[in-house]
């Protein structure tokens, strides 16, 4: 399997990148990486792990990509002005079945547009939905839309259900997933225009919908799937991440503040270590954009190498299940 990997997408890209790619190729000798960007640059970036690995032995291409699209530029104009930029280039290796899948941690927008452009979208989707994992007490849930769909028409909803529920079953191994509706309440008559007739078409899907779900039940792992548009999504994801953080610095706090609880440190570091396992975005490495004709995994800005690696195997993940031609059938069933 062939993954090609935005190389200068991201904050810290592309030392991050190199590193998730050569994470990547030492865990797994099946599937190559192709690191998509300035080949001089990207080559430099490589040598600094001759000296701890045979890079010969690893599974790894260069692929030249002169221009690079940056997190502040649009994504359309940005993609159609660079065709020749490593984002562009990853989309067209895919497009042209040069590779199985692409992976970027830059411009989340372009990387939309990169993927409307060239692969385009699922004939009967109407939009696109980047769905992704999200911790719960129980495990985990998947949400959709976090960020791809601002502004959301209610069969734009139904659909991201579809799609976010057959990447639940096929990707993340839940038998017949929940699905819940984020709204302001959990009766039927609470939500804006939008969220009361999405209401309504979701008890008609084929789907297994178990009615609004409101903030709070999300960290309680109440439905396996939730369902928003992209402006609420991507606030309740920024928002999780935030709160996150601010609690595990509060324990760190609490525990200096008590010299007996500081003192038992070592005792609950294996608990605090997997706490943090547990919350931590890069253990998902990415999310995948459900609706567009091939995969495309979008990960997050501030990803360190072992996100990126873990967002390349996002992608063998995807491929290796087939979530494009499972999208393909839901989404022709539901046209019907």
Known sequence: ?????????GDFAPVSTVEGAVLAARESSEHKVVLVGPEKLIAKELLRYSKRYNLTSLNIEIVDAPEIISMNEHPVKAVRQKKKSSLCVCAQLV?????DAFVSLGNSGAAMAAALFYLKRIEGVLRPAISTIFPTINGFCVIADVGANVDCMPEYLLQFGIMSSLFCEKIAGVDEPKVGLISIGEEPIKGNKIALAAFELFKKADINFVGNIEGRDIPRGKADVIICDGFVGNIILKFGEGLTEMMLELVKKGLRQHPVAWASLPFLWFAIKDLRKRVDYSEFGGAPLLGVDGICI????????????????????????????GIKE???VYGR
């Open 330 to 332: 839901a989404i022709a």
């Open 298 to 325: 979008i990960g997050h800005g501030s990803s360190n190498g072992k996100a990126v690696k873990n967002a390349i195997f996002a992608g063998v993940k995807a491929v290796e299940h087939d979530l494009a031609t």
């Open 1 to 9: 399997m062939i993954i090609a990997l935005d190389a200068m997408g």
């Open 95 to 99: 497009a042209n079945r040069d590779a």
